[in-house]
Nanobody
């Protein structure tokens, strides 16, 4: 069992930056592929980024490539999402998720545990 808790959301102007963090409980953080997803207002949840267990492989949605960076610190049980050059369309609730099996998948149904989410608002 893993419990996830996101932080770092907030209100930012377009063009600004935010860094999201997600802390996981338990001693087996390194066993999990970690992902970030978001749910824009009025839309379905969508994949943002994922990172492998040993930080040697990443996957990004096309809409965030070159602007967002996912990273992890297994010693701190934490995964990060650095978001730069934010756009109004990046707004939404951001969730981190953990997958015990598989690779850096963008499929939400492959993730076993989810955090409650953190709100990101981007003003134009």
């Amino acid at each position: 069992q893993v419990q996830l808790a996101e932080s770092g959301g907030g209100l930012v102007q377009a063009g600004g930056s935010l860094r999201l963090s997600c802390v996981a409980s338990g001693r087996t953080f390194g066993y999990y592929v970690m992902g970030w997803f978001r749910r824009p207002p009025g839309k379905e949840r969508e994949f943002v980024a994922a990172i492998s267990r040993t930080d040697d492989s990443t996957n990004y949605a096309d809409s965030v490539k070159g602007r967002f960076t996912i990273s992890r610190d297994n010693a701190k049980n934490t995964v990060y999402l650095q978001m730069n050059s934010l756009k109004p369309e990046d707004a939404g609730v951001y969730y981190c998720a953990a997958a015990l099996y598989g690779g850096v998948t963008l499929r939400g149904d492959r993730y076993d545990y989810w955090g409650p989410g953190t709100q990101v608002t981007v003003s134009s």
